[in-house]
């Protein structure tokens, strides 16, 4: 099994990449670079800030900026003195973050004040009725976030309730109160593998976001786990466009770099053209995103003559089609609550074409069951039912919720994901359970598998798939298109085309094309399908004999 052959905690990890790699460049983000050794010394520097603020073992503290080195150096300081980090995404309102601060009983908060995009020390007293009036910075009283003390803010700040980090130090951390290096090694040392290290927020498109707790053991070994499968090696650059409050951006981009001395290549916030640039210009050879993302950069990198040529693998096939299948012939299917991937196969090893893009199997140290979701009764090969998974990688819970609550009594989770297994454990995944649309014909179509088939075709940049309620029709398959840059989209050519690839019941009979803003996303960036099926519904609501409808939403 191949997991690291040290101590697998964080700050292990960290010292001994630095020993290893120390010059070399960890991390490149917003004109900024910093070495491995770069990285350890700053955020020793901000550990001993937060031990001599009070933060210690098993305290919850969030981490709300973006993708920055910053991001990095705040993540290690915390989590190299068991702290547990509570990544907080940027795309929250106030509500959003009160929310989750108050769930996550955070005890500190380490912010930027702001982005290019977003001012957080106002979405911060906007998320905390009573924070702007808080004149003790360290000792704040926020009855809507109790356990709420301190609120770190990067550089000088007029906020009063702020305690403001410059040099990744404050003047209790460098006055008389400080801790010096002794103290770090021996609040280090005291960190073991079963302690907490990182709580996740996700959400679905429906019910309240869940924090899936993972352990220092768990995210070292696993992300140690997922790059063995994915080769990264100390020669490569990686390139993300995922941000780090989510599980992609963190275990299988700012982790799967740690464990060898690679490079990480990322932005702020996503932009294709400088996207390209900084692949190129930094040959990068693993390109991460969503595949959606992918014929966006490959548009620009076309446009403007870019040389990708030093990708060797990358998850958006239509970035690099070239180097498909062996960076792109296998899907791998991964969740917050596993920590990433839990079922994939070897890019490296081409798969027969009958398996190609859609099959998987349990990657080392988990297993899989594929049971009827009514009865829990295990299925056979080839019969679609529910992905259950257990295993190292498994959340050792959600946090505020029961054991019972979350695992069936053998310890797996029901992933709410449909699939079916062959003969030989190669798993399909077919789509979210819940998003199954049964159709008033009675089939069952899977949104994921429509979206796929559309995306294929000419012009289509993305598409969102839902059920859309018909009241002669019962249940029928509607989708929203975005158009790629300067494609004038057909819908009735479309749905022609798809006669190629889908089976008859599962080409939509309701399709608009709308702009990207018109849709509803929840703030971790899923499509929220029950109101995309009432959008659907109120743009183009469907005659007796209709079968298509195209509108667009200009905003």
Request: aromatic share 6%; glycine share 10%; proline share 6%.
């Amino acid at each position: 099994m191949p997991f690291p052959d040290y101590v697998p905690t964080i700050p292990v990890m960290l010292d001994r990449v630095v020993r290893q790699h120390g010059d070399t460049t960890a991390i490149v983000c917003g004109g900024e670079s910093a070495t491995y050794a770069d990285l350890a010394g700053r955020s020793a520097r901000l550990a001993r800030t937060l031990l001599a603020h009070g933060v210690g073992k098993g305290d919850h503290v969030g981490i709300l900026m973006p993708n920055s080195v910053d991001w990095a150096v705040a993540y290690l300081a915390v989590t190299r003195i068991g702290a547990v980090a509570v990544p907080l995404n940027t795309f929250y309102r106030a509500s959003e973050l009160g929310w989750t601060a108050r769930h996550a009983d955070l005890s500190a908060i380490l912010a930027w004040p702001r982005s290019a995009k977003v001012d957080f020390t106002a979405t911060l007293e906007a998320a905390f009725d009573g924070l702007s009036t808080q004149v003790r910075p360290g000792r704040l009283r926020i009855p809507s976030a109790p356990y709420l003390r301190t609120v770190f803010v990067w550089g000088e700040s007029d906020r009063r309730w702020a305690t403001a980090v410059v040099g990744d130090s404050t003047e209790t951390g460098r006055g008389p109160d400080g801790v010096d290096d002794d103290l770090l090694a021996a609040v280090e040392s005291a960190v073991v593998p079963s302690d907490d290290a990182l709580i996740i927020y996700t959400s679905g498109s429906t019910g309240d976001p869940k924090g899936p707790r993972h352990t220092q053991g768990t995210v070292v070994r696993h992300t140690f786990n997922l790059t063995s499968v994915y080769l990264v090696t100390s020669d490569d650059v990686l390139f993300t466009s995922m941000p780090f409050f989510w599980v992609g951006g963190l275990i299988t981009g700012l982790h799967a770099v740690m464990h060898h001395g690679a490079t990480l290549v990322t932005q702020e916030a996503f932009d294709a053209d400088a996207a390209v640039d900084l692949m190129q210009d930094h040959r990068a050879t693993i390109a991460l995103g969503w595949p959606q993302q992918g014929k966006t950069l490959a548009q620009s990198a076309t446009a403007r003559g870019s040389d990708l040529s030093s990708l060797r693998r990358t998850s958006m096939p239509a970035l690099a089609p070239d180097i498909a299948p062996p960076a792109t012939g296998a899907l791998n299917l991964g969740m917050t609550e596993t920590c990433g991937m839990h079922i994939g196969a070897d890019p490296y090893v081409a798969q027969p074409e009958s398996r190609r893009g859609t099959f998987g199997q349990s990657l080392d140290g988990m297993t899989h069951r594929i049971v009827d979701p009514e009865t829990g009764v295990d299925v056979g090969p080839g019969v679609e039912g529910e992905i259950w998974v257990r295993g190292v990688a498994l959340m050792q819970g959600l946090y505020k919720f029961e054991r019972e609550e979350t695992f069936t009594p053998d310890g797996y989770l029901r992933t709410g994901d449909a699939g079916f297994a062959d003969a030989d454990g190669w798993i399909t995944y077919t789509g979210r359970l819940g998003d199954m649309i049964k159709t008033g014909s009675g089939v069952n179509v899977t949104p994921t598998e429509v979206e796929a088939a559309l995306m294929g075709c000419a012009g289509v940049q993305e598409a969102y798939v839902a059920g859309v309620d018909d009241p002669d029709a019962g249940t029928i398959v509607g989708a929203a298109l975005i158009a790629a840059p300067g494609a004038d989209l057909d819908v009735d050519a479309i749905r022609t085309e798809l006669k190629s690839t889908l089976s008859a019941y599962k080409i939509p009979k309701r399709v608009t094309v709308v702009e990207k803003a018109a849709l509803p996303f929840t703030s971790t960036g899923k499509i929220k399908r029950r109101d995309l099926a009432v959008m659907l519904a109120d743009l183009a609501p469907v005659g007796h004999n209709t079968t298509t409808e195209h509108a667009r939403a200009d905003h």
